[in-house]
């Protein structure tokens, strides 16, 4: 955990998040001493803050710690995309059935317009921008693509969804690499270090406790569960963790083991100026493709364009990358050749091997959300509500989540990582193909 840590730091030192938020004047206290709460959140990301948003709407006491400060982990880093869906959507539905891909996806949907509807009652300004687009590459990608779209319409209830073609494609984005595109008008992007400082003061003003710096060591579980930092603890009636791949030893080791870190980075380029940025990406939607090593990326509010990939689970130093993911870029957008490359960052995000989300329940009072798998910005949102219902008694959607069959990586968290880099070394030659 404290390795992670000190790489994900490092991950962190040229942010552009980091560059262009407004700093809070104060960080919120370390836990010293014991405190009662009905509810203990372990995590200030996305997923935590919804926790704590939701519990406090049912009226319930909380307290949030945070081994950081809100947003440090990936809910700050991230590339910004608000999807709806899964990563692996096929893999919902061979699980879940029809009917249960249908309601996860409905539940999917309804943490796309909950994101819409934080941002308006918060009055958080996070540059939300709506549009998302799905391209591809490659001619051997145009039918799953438009596979993937029919099956979200006709199957999972989706209305959102049209088809771009190439023609239309490359009046859409100033580049001559895709040959289709699939566009969802209900999801978007947006500044997710913003959106999470946000959702932190917004879980304040609601009257949730959030500490920083103190990050849990022990779970004591039982009928009254002790949550205990350095410095401190919580006694309380829930227990929530949300710590996804930054949580460390905290939840029993057969669950930790069934999510893994991997590393993204991403680029920002200097600013572009409105006119020229406006003329890469009509009406500025995000823009990921299809490949399984896919790039993303999107034109930010202050006109300049971020671009991202390039996942690994070793944890490279952004600026070891920052050439490779350039090149990439360039690839999409040649006439770029001109502009500097003024952020790298990256982050450290939790997939499972399915890529499928992974919610459940240690105990009857102790629960755990992770395995997003490049999903979060939405689904973290819904996540906090599942939960949320749970600590009330509603059982059913958390029921639902907790029908998904996740397996162990392979190996200890020594041996995960070189494990991952095989099976990544495995798709990237397939990808050549």
């Not at 590459?137 to 999972?156: G, I, S």
């Not at 572009?272 to 090593?293: S, V």
């Not at 671009?307 to 870029?329: E, H, K, V």
Request: charged share 25%.
């Amino acid at each position: 955990m404290e390795t992670l840590d000190r790489r994900a730091d490092a991950l962190i030192r040229n942010s552009y998040y980091e560059a262009t938020v407004s700093r809070p004047l104060a960080d919120d206290p370390m836990l010293e001493g014991s405190i009662d709460a009905d509810v203990c959140v372990i995590g200030a990301g996305f997923s935590g803050l919804s926790v704590a948003l939701e519990c406090r709407a049912r009226g319930l006491s909380v307290v949030v710690l945070d081994a950081h400060r809100p947003g440090w982990g990936a809910s700050g880093r991230n590339g910004g995309q608000m999807l709806a869906g899964f990563a692996k959507d096929e893999i919902i539905e061979k699980q879940l059935g029809l009917e249960g891909a249908r309601a996860a996806w409905a539940l999917s949907v309804d943490a796309v317009k909950l994101v819409r509807e934080r941002i308006q009652r918060y009055g958080i300004d996070c540059d939300f921008t709506p549009g998302f687009m799905t391209v591809a590459t490659k001619a051997k990608r145009v039918p799953d693509l438009r596979a993937w779209m029919e099956a979200a319409t006709n199957r999972w209830g989706y209305p959102h969804l049209s088809w771009v073609d190439t023609a239309e494609i490359r009046e859409r984005i100033a580049s001559e690499r895709y040959l289709a595109g699939v566009y969802d008008a209900l999801s978007g992007h947006l500044h997710p270090l913003k959106y999470c400082l946000g959702l932190a003061e917004a879980a304040r003003r609601e009257g949730a406790q959030l500490f920083a710096h103190s990050p849990v060591l022990e779970v004591v579980r039982g009928a009254r569960p002790v949550v205990r930092t350095a410095t401190g603890e919580v006694r309380c009636r829930f227990v929530a963790a949300c710590g996804n791949a930054t949580l460390g030893n905290v939840l029993p080791a057969a669950i930790a083991a069934r999510i893994a870190p991997i590393a993204s980075y991403i680029v920002a380029t200097e600013s572009l100026g409105k006119a020229r940025a406006d003329a890469l990406i009509k009406e500025r939607p995000a823009i990921c493709d299809n490949n399984f090593f896919l790039d993303y990326f999107r034109v930010s509010a202050d006109h300049r364009v971020l671009f991202g990939g390039r996942a690994s689970s070793t944890g490279a130093s952004p600026t070891q990358l920052t050439d490779a993911i350039r090149q990439r870029m360039l690839t999409v957008f040649p006439q770029l050749a001109d502009t500097k490359i003024e952020y790298a960052w990256g982050g450290f995000v939790d997939i499972t091997r399915n890529r499928a989300p992974d919610f459940g329940a240690i105990d009857p009072n102790y629960f755990y959300v992770q395995g997003f798998s490049g999903h979060g910005v939405a689904l973290t949102g819904i996540a906090g509500r599942v939960i949320a219902k749970a600590i009330a008694g509603d059982t059913a959607t958390l029921d639902l989540f907790a029908r998904i069959k996740h397996a162990r990586f392979p190996g200890g968290p020594a041996l995960r990582g070189p494990a991952l880099e095989l099976g990544m070394l495995y798709h990237r030659i397939r990808e050549l193909f």
